[in-house]
């Protein structure tokens, strides 16, 4: 399966894929509160190799963050 920022928020946070739109943000989701941000942001580390800053928990507070974050599609 290719990696998406979908596949990434339904694995991580347990969203159903066909509910994640470029609109969904932080608190869009019930999944998605601060505590499902922080468990996120360590999936991004872990995972993805992404270095985690005060910057990076901002741009990736929504979807379309995540994408140009991630340069991943939706």
């Known amino acids: 399966m290719a990696t998406t920022v979908s ?3 339904s694995q991580c946070l347990q969203i159903p894929v066909d509910s994640i739109t470029p ?4 608190n869009g989701a019930w999944q998605w509160d ?3 941000h922080l468990e996120l942001m ?3 580390e ?3 190799g992404i270095s985690i800053t005060e910057d ?3 741009e990736c507070s ?3 963050g995540l994408c140009q974050t991630l340069g991943l599609d939706l």
């Open 46 to 48: 872990e995972n993805h």
């Open 42 to 44: 360590m999936h991004l």
């Open 34 to 36: 601060s505590i499902g």
């Open 62 to 64: 929504s979807v379309t």
């Open 56 to 58: 990076t928990i901002l």
């Open 7 to 9: 596949s990434i928020l």
């Open 23 to 26: 609109d969904l943000a932080i």
